[in-house]
């Protein structure tokens, strides 16, 4: 059974930055992309980042030049990085673990995703 842990979260003031991580267990053969998302009160899960397994990465507009998305294979961990934040980044984080293997397959969609972690909350204030 894999699972996902994130950590790295907390509250900031806008131009911060935080570097989120997430450790997967489990999970010993890395075929399959991952992928940041994040949700706001009130608001649907939305992608944030994906990378594949290859290291090809996309980003949802907003966040493009700002967040960089990041692995380390050998200790089957996620990262994102995330500077110059702004209060519209707030919201729940999630790491998941996507149902193919390229960033387009983690970046569909909620729904494409197969394995979430807990999240980790993320505030920016004004």
């Known amino acids: 059974q894999v699972l996902l842990v994130e950590s790295g979260g907390g509250s900031v003031q806008s131009g911060g930055s935080l570097r989120l991580s997430c450790v997967a267990s489990?999970?010993?053969?890395?075929?399959?992309?991952w992928a940041w998302y994040r949700q706001a009160p009130g608001k649907q899960r939305e992608a944030v980042a994906s990378i594949s397994r290859d290291g090809t990465t996309t980003y949802e507009d907003s966040v493009k030049g700002r967040f960089t998305i990041s692995q380390d294979d050998a200790k089957n961990t996620l990262f994102l990085q995330m500077d110059s934040l702004k209060p519209e980044d707030t919201g729940m984080y999630f790491c998941?673990?996507?149902?193919?293997?390229?960033?387009?397959?983690?970046?569909?969609?909620?729904?494409?995703?197969?394995?979430w972690g807990q999240g980790t909350q993320v505030t920016v204030s004004s």
């Open positions: 998941g673990i996507g149902r193919g293997s390229s960033v387009t397959a983690c970046f569909a969609g909620a729904h494409y995703i197969s394995t």
């Open positions: 489990g999970y010993t053969y890395r075929r399959y992309c």
